[in-house]
């Protein structure tokens, strides 16, 4: 599912899994799996994040979803399972090395809150960028409302997550949410380039930086204990039930 190369102070994790890099429980494991790996070696400065697929990531595997989805302690298996999804994202946003999400294509919903939870983000122009959870009557609550709006302010995200709103990698650089937009023939060029200028400099600046950064935001721990209570609740309402059911069968409302 996930490969593991280092070279030059670059540890690059492709995601591997056909066809959309699904998120589900093996996933999830395996991701956090490579990085104990990578946890266990100092001979990396960079982690860049790349997918081998069509999409970068497409968000929630949809069989396992719909398990959750219609189990009796379904409400509480979605809690916990977005709780894992909420862990691996905050383990790589904790990275003391630079992490660089490099989006080729879709990156959607919990997809596109992997690529949050990196440093930096190079998206091609073609690339479509977005948290739709509303339209099934859920919200993004691996991270999506928190980061989102730390990241581009509280307008744009109420833009994007409040109106399910897909965009390319044009505007999303237009509107702050990747920091580089390519053509999609580039994009793996650039991506190399960008990682192997950051992986020569100084690691010790590199995460001193990046904790003065985090420091600055001052989050806590509020925002994301709201997104799984709602995400829990959300799980027993009608229209959401409806809606999600309706997206399982292929007939979306």
């Given at each position: 599912?996930i490969?593991?190369?280092i070279?030059d102070r670059i540890?690059t994790?492709t995601?591997?899994?056909a066809?959309?890099?699904a998120?589900g429980a093996?996933w999830?494991?395996?991701?956090n799996?490579?990085?104990d790996?990578?946890?266990a070696?100092?001979?990396w400065?960079v982690?860049?994040?790349?997918?081998?697929?069509k999409?970068?990531c497409a968000?929630?595997?949809?069989k396992?979803?719909r398990d959750?989805?219609?189990a009796?302690?379904?409400?509480d298996?979605?809690y916990?399972?977005?709780?894992?999804?909420?862990r691996?994202y905050?383990?790589?946003?904790?990275?003391?090395?630079?992490?660089?999400?490099?989006?080729?294509g879709a990156?959607l919903?919990g997809g596109?809150?992997l690529?949050l939870a990196?440093?930096?983000?190079m998206?091609?122009n073609?690339?479509?960028l977005?948290?739709?959870?509303v339209?099934?009557?859920?919200i993004?609550?691996?991270?999506?409302?928190q980061?989102l709006?730390?990241?581009?302010g509280?307008?744009?995200?109420?833009?994007?997550?409040?109106g399910?709103?897909?965009?390319?990698?044009?505007?999303a650089?237009?509107l702050g949410l990747?920091?580089?937009?390519v053509?999609?023939?580039?994009l793996a060029?650039?991506?190399?380039?960008?990682?192997?200028?950051?992986a020569?400099?100084?690691?010790?600046?590199?995460?001193?930086?990046?904790?003065?950064?985090?420091?600055?935001?001052?989050?806590g721990?509020g925002?994301y204990?709201?997104?799984?209570?709602?995400?829990?609740?959300?799980?027993?309402?009608?229209?959401?039930?409806k809606r999600?059911?309706?997206?399982?069968?292929?007939?979306?409302p």
């Open positions: 599912m490969k593991i190369a070279e540890a994790l995601l591997s899994q066809p959309v890099n998120i093996a999830i494991a395996d991701f799996a490579a990085l790996q990578l946890s070696r100092n001979d400065t982690l860049r994040l790349r997918s081998d697929q999409v970068f968000g929630a595997d949809l396992e979803m959750r989805f219609e009796p302690d379904g409400p298996r979605t916990a399972y977005v709780a894992a999804i909420q691996l905050a383990r790589i946003e904790r990275l003391p090395q630079v992490a660089m999400a490099e989006i080729g990156a919903g596109l809150e690529a990196c440093d930096l983000r998206a091609a073609e690339a479509k977005g948290l739709p959870e339209k099934l009557g859920l993004p609550g691996a991270g999506g409302t980061r709006s730390r990241l581009v509280r307008s744009v995200a109420s833009r994007l997550i409040l399910a709103e897909v965009v390319d990698g044009r505007e650089l237009a990747v920091h580089w937009a053509p999609r023939t580039e060029e650039r991506a190399a380039e960008t990682a192997r200028r950051i020569d400099l100084p690691f010790a600046a590199l995460a001193a930086s990046k904790a003065c950064i985090a420091s600055s935001a001052e989050p721990r925002g204990m709201d997104e799984l209570e709602v995400t829990r609740q959300l799980q027993t309402n009608a229209e959401t039930r999600v059911a309706a997206f399982l069968d292929g007939t979306r």
